[in-house]
């Protein structure tokens, strides 16, 4: 920190005034929800969380308005046959990230009592860590990912 070491009043006053974090902690990013059929009551989500501290974290829970309740689940293969696991936690390791993705963790949203969302929909999702912390992110509702299916849609 060079900041600290200056002699100029002000600038300690700004350097004191601003938190002294690594980096910037948590930040949330590329969150999107699967499209489903409107008949779906569940709907999957994935993003990817980035850890800047020289914490270990865990994402322990996870809401959204809209859905009863939400999973932190994981997508297997066994045998040939895919199948999903629900899951306590996902660690986020120092400095590191967790990546939910098709296929791999993702966020399970069950219980449906709004209006199916469709693509270009956004949902808000709050997620919740092992310490308390508890981060809103807006997610993408898409059919194949997030930014828009415009540029890979592949029905046609
Ligand atoms: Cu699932």
């Known amino acids: 920190m060079n900041r600290l070491a200056c002699?100029?009043?002000?600038?300690?006053?700004?350097?004191?005034?601003?938190?002294?974090?690594?980096?910037?902690?948590?930040?949330?990013?590329?969150?999107?929800?699967?499209?489903?059929?409107?008949?779906?009551?569940?709907a999957a989500g994935y993003l990817r969380i980035d850890n800047a501290t020289e914490t270990e974290r865990h994402l322990v829970a996870v809401e959204s308005e809209g859905y009863a309740r939400a999973e932190i689940h994981e997508s297997i293969e066994e045998d040939g046959m895919a199948r999903m696991e629900?899951?306590?936690?996902?660690?986020?390791?120092?400095?590191?990230?967790a990546v939910?993705?098709?296929?791999?963790?993702?966020?399970?949203?069950?219980?449906?009592?709004?209006?199916?969302?469709?693509?270009?929909?956004?949902?808000?999702?709050?997620?919740?860590?092992?310490?308390?912390?508890?981060?809103?992110?807006t997610a993408e509702v898409a059919r194949h990912g997030p930014g828009g299916d415009s540029g890979h849609n592949m029905e046609h």
């Open 7 to 42: 002699t100029c009043a002000g600038a300690i006053a700004l350097a004191l005034a601003l938190p002294l974090s690594a980096g910037e902690g948590l930040t949330i990013h590329g969150a999107w929800v699967r499209e489903m059929p409107p008949v779906a009551d569940n």
């Open 100 to 137: 939910l993705e098709p296929g791999g963790y993702h966020i399970m949203l069950m219980g449906r009592d709004i209006d199916p969302p469709r693509a270009g929909d956004e949902l808000e999702l709050e997620l919740i860590f092992d310490d308390g912390e508890r981060k809103t992110v």
């Open 86 to 97: 629900h899951r306590e936690r996902l660690t986020v390791p120092a400095g590191g990230e």
